[in-house]
C-alpha cells in the first residue's frame, strides 16, 4: 500500500504542477501537502487502523485535484479525478466509494458524519491554528481576488475571517480540540487586535483627510484674511452711508426751520405795500431752501428692488442674496435654500459679498453726489438771498 500512496502522490504532484491555473496561490500543491501532512498526524495520534488512515491519505492527496478545472464544484471534480485513477489500480467498488465520501466532507458546510469525515476536514482547516494563519489567508485573499473578481478592504478580510472563525469552523476529532483550538484561539485574538488596530489608524486617517480637505478646499472654509477685508470694507461702507444720511438729515432739519419761520414771520408782512420791495429777496430764500430740502430728501429716498428671484437664477449665479431687496418677498423655504445653495458654491459666496460691496459702493457714491449738489445749492441759496435782501433793502432808501 505504501507504493501506491507513492503512485498517488506522484499523479497528483504532476496533476496539480502542470494543469493547474496560476491564479491558485492557495489552493495548490503546498497547500495539498500540507494537508496530507496533518491527515496523518491526526491518524497516527488517533491510533487510525492502517487501511482506514491509508483511506484518509490516498483522499487528503485527491481532495483539491478537482481545482484544475475551476474551483466551481472542486469536490465532485476530485471525487471524478480519483475514481478514474483509483479504478486502474483495482480499488474494489466500496473501497473507492468511502475514499470519495471523504473528499466530499471536505466541502465547506458539510456536517462529518464519522470520526474519519472529522479528520480530514480538520487536517483541511489545520491553517487557523497555524503560526503561519495570516500568510496562509493572505494568499486566499489573493487567490479569490485573481480566480472571482472579489476584492476586500483591509476592514471587510478581518471581519469575514472573524465570522468564519467564530460562527462557522470548529475543529471535530480529540487530537485537533485538544491541541489545535488553543493556537487557533490565539489567531482569532490577533485578528480582534488587527481589526481595534485597524479601526484607530482609520479613525486617525479620516481625520487628517478632513483637515486636509479642510486646507485644500477653500469652499469649505474661506480664508481669514479674505474673511476680515470684507468685513471690514462692508463697515465702513455702511459707516459712510450712515455718515451721508446724518448730514442730510441736519439739512432737512434747517430747512425746515428756515422755512417755518419764513412762512409765519416774512410772508404775512409782504401784503404791507411798504414790504414790497421784500418779495423777491423772499421768493428766492424761499426757492433755495425748498430745492435743498428735496435733494436732502432725495439723498435718503430708499430704492428697494422687487425682491423676486426663480431658483434657475440661483443656480445660474444671478441674484446676490446678501441685499435684501432681493429676497424681501420671498419664501422662508426658497430664502433658506438658496443660501444653503451659496454657502456650498466658495466663488458664488464671494462673488455675491463682491457684487454686495460693489452696488454699496454705488449707493454711497449717489448719496453722497446728491449731498454734494444740496449743500451747493444751500450755500448758494444763502449767498443769493443775502445779496437779495440788502439790495432790496439799499434801493428802498433811494429817492424815486
Known sequence: MTELIAEVEKFVYGLLSDELHANYVYHNLAHTQRVVEKTKELAENLEIIKVEADNLEIAA??????????????????????????????????RINTICQLILATKMNYLPQNNLEGIIKDADSSHLASKRFFDYTSLLRKEWELGLGKKYSNEEWIELNLSFLTHKHR???????????KDKEKNLAKLLKNQKKLKKENKKFKQKKVALDLKKNKSIVPERGV??????????????????????????????????????????????????????PTIIFVAFTVVSMVLSIIATRPNVTEGKFTKEDVSNRKVNLLFFGNFHQMKLEDFEWGISEMMTDRDYLYGSLTKDLYFLGLVLNRKYKILRLTYTVFMIGIIVSVIAFGVSFKFKGMPV
Open 227 to 280: 474673511e476680515t477685508m470684507f468685513r471690514v470694507a462692508l463697515r465702513n461702507h455702511i459707516t459712510l452711508s450712515d455718515i451721508a444720511d446724518t448730514k442730510a438729515n441736519i439739512l432737512l432739519s434747517v430747512n425746515a426751520i428756515i422755512v417755518s419761520l419764513a412762512l409765519s414771520n416774512l410772508l404775512p408782512k409782504l401784503d404791507n405795500p411798504s414790504n414790497a420791495h421784500l418779495l423777491i
Open 61 to 94: 492527496w485527491f481532495h483539491d485535484a478537482g481545482y484544475i478545472k475551476g474551483s466551481e464544484n472542486h469536490e465532485e471534480n476530485s471525487v471524478i479525478i480519483a475514481k478514474d485513477f483509483l479504478k486502474t489500480k483495482n480499488f474494489s467498488e466500496n
Open 171 to 181: 475543529y471535530y476529532s480529540d487530537f485537533a480540540l485538544k491541541n489545535w483550538s
